[in-house]
């Protein structure tokens, strides 16, 4: 028996004690596998009640059988008694099987003097002297019917015969614990197990981290493990794969390998072989493997790097500090594989990637180019993330389902550790099953089969269960066996519950909701401890299978559903009332609560929870801002949003919450109606917070100089470019004043220098933004990466640098490759998305390939509106861009509508003089011209040229466009003195900017030219 495993061999009669056995096996042995496999012990029982094939007991191989599995299992044995001797085999079945008599020459002997099995099985498992144990455990049943009986001297011969094994077992030195019930019996088997577990397998107290977190998934591997079969193909492949690259050596990088199979399809079974075949054979190769959801902080992007970052330095005796924020963790990631020694290359193997949890879960943080000394395994279901990284190159290796030959050794295999069998025409009737195919469902039969507690009616149960036609209909009934074993009412509320959270419950959380008992609750969910996932400290589905079983057995009926999502919520808005903002809710629980509100459809108090700063800070902390947006919008718009926070920060500026703390919320709280568009609430929160700051805390020059750079970008959206440019100015100042070797310096700097680098761009002055947004590129690829949001939206702002320019094809394919990134790594609907497909659109109409530019901007209104509603400022862009296509196409009055919609969402979010506002009146004023309705015409291009003078000055490229715009619909409607003089005064500011051969130019130089015409005078020079 290998040193970390405890095989525990049952002997007992085995009729009498059928019920004992049963409560053992379903009520104790899981809580005791749970415990070995934090421990990193494999617990096997064996339990022979149906054990012995027809085969075996045709040739009289039983006893051998059993003293077979009782030297496997050594040297713990456990020894029940009840009321009978049990059964005595003859004499001459055992004189039939010559290697029985030659390996143990002492049963002929005992049988001749009558010995029953068990008295065998007791003798050889503990009570010859040769294998006397510390390990062997016996207990006894005490029934008032044998107590008379011994008393009355009235016992029969069996009687006697169970009394002497009795004195036998104790002379033996083996105390017996009496019990009366299977739960007394539970119980001191329980407790006995457990004390020899501590005793052979301490706890340790403290482990270091990466200690922990190796036992973890070494325990989820055991289960993984377990009765794997072997199938040659994909060894073969993988072994190819992985020869292919060592071959290659330094010479190149070895693509990774994507292992792809829908859920319940042996991936984790098979990472798990590979794990022990590949260093086997390939010794030199260190080794690191990562299950998403076996340790408690497994199950996002951030801890699987750090996880690997640990055992990198563990693994080559490094000293490496691991960066402390996510930001840095994503950025160093990829250096600390390439500096993996090519002398002794790494095995990465990652599984279940589909289960990590959002917003990490589109595999941005995956390296795109993985270092020669690296090879790299992951697994994850068909979707579309798996397709982006075959995209990417990788090769894929694709699960198929089991065939015949493969299920049937599978049921051989998995039941033989137990050692248990069935016959042939069984073995065939579960692999012609066509739900067999999936590895999930096999095994889930198979356990199912193993926990029948007898042998005569083991038919009965094989029948039942294969009529399951899906796995949900398996899964179905396994609950109603558990229902039997554990109750209905547990096993209904601890699923149920779990099915009705929004991504599971912790353990603690679970048992004090649904009221169960502390012993019944652990003993369900040790007894589903394979089919569950621990996602960040909480217990969820593994498959989506179970849920659907679930939600079909129990939660069909709306009403039912309802109460279960009422009793979660009002748990957790009763559980965390007192939480402040200096003590939030975990953010699991924040998330948790609105979820349940807006599922219940109780919009008041939906209203509440996304009201309250302790809820409201978490979805900020986790990057779950749009999730948020979502919820208010769905009470109706973003403006309540913006009163609520509001009035929350001015009421935590009048209570007695530091200073400090106070202006870290107004920050979280800035960002937050920042992306939501609502910049006269964010730019008042960010005053809060610069006035807090320098009042409070002027020696951290860092913070204040981010919350000067917070300030300015909302400036900049509101168009207040003279109040922004100076902030900024001085927050770079106070960044390049502090001379700090550190990545995060180096990345505030540069989010200080995109905020400048905007107002240069929304200025037109468009080669000083090229070099501002190229510095701000280099230093976010830098400390960030290339598939980083900031990165990817810095590399989206240099594409329309050069689309002001006029360089339009080095702008599409900019704007191309940010909306191929921005798809990878978050899906089809994200803001940069959006974003990405929109600039494409008006490269689209550069060159005039309307339709194409029309369909770009309703795809990415699309996606807005679901994400963000229809009132956000981004809108407005891209209904005014799409304005400009229809009115390019001579869709006039499609034109003109989506132009009005634009201004409306301007005027409601930045008022009458901003730069955005500004923009659209012009093309709508171009599109009344065209219409020829000339008075109006002039009204709003009149306003543009208010509006940019107010902005930019009088000698602006933006403000001479404005003038000669208003001169040319002046000039139309009659009134040729005063456009006269608008051309004259600003005609030559283009002409100087633009120079004279720019068609622009051209084009107002020749209106003016038709205007002196028409008033009979020689037009002026340029």
């Not at 699960?399 to 493969?406: G, S």
Request: hydrophobic share 40%; glycine share 6%.
């Amino acid at each position: 028996m290998k040193p970390n495993e405890l095989r525990l061999f049952i002997s007992s009669t085995f009729r009498d004690l059928q019920e004992e056995r049963e409560h053992l096996l379903k009520k104790v042995f899981p809580l005791i596998r749970a415990v070995c496999s934090q421990r990193g012990v494999t617990f096997t029982e064996i339990d022979l009640r149906w054990g012995i094939t027809e085969e075996e007991g045709t040739l009289g191989r039983i006893i051998r059988t059993c003293l077979e599995e009782i030297d496997r299992c050594r040297p713990f044995f456990i020894g029940i008694l009840g009321d009978r001797y049990g059964w005595i085999p003859d004499s001459n079945a055992i004189q039939k099987d010559a290697e029985l008599l030659r390996n143990y020459p002492w049963i002929d002997e005992i049988a001749n003097e009558g010995a029953s099995i068990v008295e065998m099985e007791f003798t050889y498992g503990a009570l010859m002297e040769d294998f006397h144990s510390g390990h062997a455990l016996f207990y006894r049943r005490v029934s008032p019917n044998a107590l008379r009986e011994e008393a009355s001297g009235e016992a029969s011969d069996d009687q006697q015969k169970l009394e002497g094994l009795v004195r036998r077992t104790i002379n033996a030195g083996y105390p017996i614990t009496n019990f009366a019930t299977p739960m007394e019996l539970a119980d001191a088997v329980r407790r006995d197990l457990l004390a020899m577990i501590d005793e052979r397998w301490p706890a340790l107290p403290i482990l270091a981290t990466l200690e922990t977190e190796r036992k973890a998934h070494e325990a989820f591997a055991v289960t993984r493990r377990y009765a794997y079969i072997t199938i040659p193909h994909y060894s073969n492949q993988v072994l190819l794969w992985l020869q292919s690259g060592t071959e290659q050596g330094a010479a190149g990088a070895q693509p990774p390998l994507v292992i792809v199979g829908p859920s319940g399809s042996g991936k984790s079974s098979l990472v798990a072989h590979l794990h022990g075949l590949l260093l086997r054979r390939f010794p030199r190769y260190r080794a690191v493997v990562h299950y998403v959801g076996a340790a408690r902080t497994s199950s996002d992007h951030i801890g699987i790097m750090r996880h690997v970052m640990e055992e990198i330095n563990d693994l080559y005796g490094n000293q490496t500090p691991i960066p402390d924020s996510p930001e840095e963790i994503e950025a160093k990631f990829p250096e600390w594989l390439a500096h993996v020694p090519e002398d002794r290359p790494l095995l990465l193997l990652i599984d279940a990637l589909n289960q990590i949890e959002e917003p990490g879960d589109q595999l941005r943080w995956l390296p795109e180019y993985i270092p020669p000394s690296v090879r790299l395994i992951v697994s994850t279901i068909p979707n579309d993330s798996a397709q982006r990284l075959i995209e990417r190159g990788w090769k894929s290796l694709e699960l198929r389902p089991l065939d015949v030959a493969e299920r049937e050794a599978m049921v051989v295999r998995y039941l033989g550790e137990y050692h248990k069998g069935l016959s042939p025409q069984a073995v065939r009737a579960i692999a012609s099953h066509q739900q067999t195919a999936s590895p999930l469902f096999l095994r889930t039969l198979l356990e199912e089969l193993r926990l029948c507690g007898d042998y005569h009616l083991l038919g009965r149960h094989l029948e039942y269960y294969l009529q399951a036609q899906s796995p949900q209909e398996l899964f179905g009934c396994v609950m109603e066996r558990m229902e039997r074993d554990y109750g209905q009412t547990v096993v209904c509320n601890a699923l149920s519950l779990i099915a009705c959270s929004r991504h599971g419950l912790a353990e603690h959380d679970l048992l004090e909701i649904s009221s169960i008992s502390r012993l019944d609750l652990s003993t369900l969910l040790h007894a589903l401890d394979f089919h569950l996932i621990h996602r960040d400290g909480v217990l969820d589905f593994f498959h989506e299978y179970l849920r659907e079983a679930v939600e079909a057995r129990y939660l069909t009926n709306p009403e039912t559903r309802q109460q279960y999502h009422l009793h979660i919520a009002e748990f957790f808005q009763q559980k965390y009332s007192a939480a402040t903002v200096a003590q939030p809710l975990p953010w699991m629980v924040a998330l948790e609560l609105p979820w349940q509100w807006s599922t219940i459809g109780d919009t008041a108090r939906l209203h509440d929870a996304i009201a309250s700063l302790p809820i409201t800070l978490p979805f900020v902390a986790t990057d779950h801002t749009y999730e948020l947006l979502r919820y208010w919008l769905q009470l109706g718009n973003l403006e309540q949003m913006e009163q609520a926070y509001c009035q929350q920060l001015e009421g935590l500026r009048q209570s007695r919450v530091p200073p400090a703390e106070v202006a870290t919320v107004a920050i979280q709280l800035s960002k937050i109606m920042m992306v939501a568009g609502r910049y006269a609430g964010a730019a008042d929160a960010c005053q809060v917070a610069l006035e807090l700051q320098q009042q409070h805390l002027p020696w951290n020059k860092r913070e204040v100089a981010e919350t000067m750079n917070e300030l300015g970008m909302v400036l900049v959206q509101q168009g207040k470019f003279q109040q922004a440019e100076p902030l900024l100015r001085e927050a770079l100042s106070l960044q390049e004043g502090e001379h700090h070797d550190h990545l995060q310096h180096d990345l505030q700097q540069a989010n200080t220098l995109y905020s400048l680098a905007q107002i240069l761009y929304l200025r037109k002055e468009y080669h000083e933004a090229e070099q501002a947004f190229l510095q701000v590129l280099a230093i976010r690829e830098k400390v960030l990466g290339s598939r980083n949001q900031l990165t990817v939206r810095s590399r989206l702002e240099l594409g329309a640098v050069y689309y002001g320019i006029g360089w339009h094809d080095r702008a599409e394919a900019l704007f191309t490759d940010v909306r191929r990134l921005a798809t990878e790594m978050y899906g089809s609907h994200h803001p940069l998305v959006a974003e990405s497909t929109a600039n494409v659109g008006a490269v689209l109409i550069a060159q005039n390939r309307l339709d194409e530019a029309i369909a770009a901007y309703r795809q990415a209104i699309e996606s807005y509106e679901t994400m963000i509603g229809q009132d956000h400022p981004s809108l407005a862009l891209l209904w005014g861009n799409m304005g400009t296509a229809l009115h390019l196409t001579g869709s006039l009055a499609e034109a003109e509508a989506a132009l009005r919609h634009s201004i409306g969402i301007d005027r409601r979010h930045y008022g009458n003089n901003h730069h955005a506002t500004a923009t659209h009146l012009m093309s709508l004023g171009n599109i009344l011209r065209d219409k020829t309705q000339y008075a109006e015409a002039v009204d709003y291009h009149q306003q543009v040229f208010e509006i940019r003078c107010h902005i930019f000055g009088n000698n602006h490229i933006s403000t001479a466009h404005a003038a000669t715009a208003l001169a040319r619909s002046l000039f139309l409607c009659g009134d040729l003195q005063k456009a006269r003089s608008l051309y004259e005064k600003y005609q030559p500011i283009k002409t100087q900017i633009l120079g004279s051969d720019h068609p622009q130019v051209q084009l107002s130089q020749k209106t003016y030219d038709e205007l002196m015409e028409q008033l009979s005078l020689p037009a002026a020079p340029q």
